[in-house]
């Protein structure tokens, strides 16, 4: 009985960066088969010793999800997206640089909370929102705190919705903002990419993560460079941003 299930080949649809591709898999396939599917499909864009998330299209919220841990390929036909894990850098090269750090997360009760790859523990504040916009009471008592404060460097998900809509307000209020665009996504790489464009149009800098943590470092002698030179030394997920030039 187990031969025949195993033997059972399911239509599957892989996704990954800008491009989708169906395939079939055997019934039953976990994860490490997955992976080794979409490593097969998109050749070596897919770094399999890289962190990746396999989520699965939910009918029930009408997305894309996390796939869990035990998800195995069922006897439907399914849709597989391949997504790199956040860079964690920002949030490492924070905590070795004593920045403080303001998380939000939208409606955590129903899209859940930040994943445990990214270690939220050290941040000044955490808090749960409905508003897409972070700037709200809560963090405005952390930057009133702060009088000093200039630029903020912000990353995260949607850039088109959370992130876009806080840069605008910060930057109402004159902060200098810097968004890290190969820390921050969006479901569709056409709005990450309009976002972009319509923040750097607004003022803000898009930038990267190494290019921050360079510019707070200022100097191979700043006390901190050996440990944020670790932080960046390995390279970051590929975020699909170059597969978007023509």
Known sequence: MADTMASVEVPVLLSFSAFSRPCSLPQGSGHDVI???????????????????????????????????????SHAPCKLRLVPCCNPSGLQGAGILDIPVIVSEQYPKGLGSTVPELDVSGARLLFPKTRFSMVLPETEAVLADLPALRSVVLFGIEAHVCVQQTALDLIGRGYEVHVVADATSSRSMVDRMFAFQRLSGAGAVVTT???????????????????????IRTSAPESGLLAMKV
């Open 35 to 73: 992976l080794q599917s979409f490593a097969s499909k998109y050749g070596r864009d897919v770094d399999v010793r890289a962190r990746h998330v396999i989520q699965v299209f939910s009918e029930e919220w009408g997305q894309y999800v996390d796939a869990p841990p035990d998800f195995t390929v």
């Open 209 to 231: 993560s190494e290019a921050v943590l360079l510019q707070l470092v200022g100097d191979k002698e700043h006390p901190k460079f050996k440990e944020v030179q670790s932080v």
